[in-house]
């Protein structure tokens, strides 16, 4: 899960300065990274969840960043897909992935895992404590703890 390929890293760098308001290229870019590496699909998202994980943990992406990352990919891959997918014409709240979305052996995948890190810190529980430092960098250095 280490290795994310070049070409991809410097792909994701260049899709963090932009306007986080894009599923649809974010849906070409997925498509286009699953066959220029020839991996599936679960495999992609995990490493692209890595990559945005690697660079909050290491102050390169600020929380807004990174978060507005996750929740585009999230919104591009499980809402959109999902919508497509089901013939749907309205957004219901996911609380789980979609199955298609899921690797081989069904185990929870780590780039949702990033998604719902990410959503921890975005509202404060406690007046007094900033939910990204309390909730989401804890989660999201365990998840880098534990690849």
């Known amino acids: 899960m280490s290795l994310i390929p070049e070409e991809l890293a410097r792909d994701l760098e260049d899709l963090a300065r932009l306007d986080h308001r894009h599923d649809l290229l974010w849906l070409d870019r997925l498509n286009l990274w699953d066959a220029r590496?020839?991996?599936p699909p679960s495999r992609t998202l995990d490493l692209v969840a890595l990559w945005i994980s690697r660079g909050f943990d290491g102050d390169r992406l600020s929380f807004e960043v990174a978060d507005a990352l996750?929740?585009?990919?999230?919104?591009?891959?499980?809402?959109?897909?999902?919508?497509?997918?089901?013939g749907?014409?309205?957004v219901t709240h996911l609380n789980r992935p979609p199955k298609r979305s899921l690797p081989a052996d069904g185990e929870e995948?780590?780039?949702w895992r990033v998604y719902l890190a990410f959503d921890a810190g975005e509202f404060r529980r406690l007046p007094d404590k900033d939910p990204v430092e309390a909730h989401t960098?804890?989660?999201?250095?365990?998840l880098l703890a534990d690849i």
């Open 137 to 142: 960098r804890p989660l999201i250095r365990q």
């Open 109 to 111: 995948p780590l780039w």
């Open 88 to 90: 749907l014409r309205s």
């Open 70 to 86: 996750i929740n585009e990919l999230y919104a591009a891959v499980v809402v959109t897909d999902h919508m497509r997918y089901h």
């Open 37 to 39: 590496h020839d991996l």
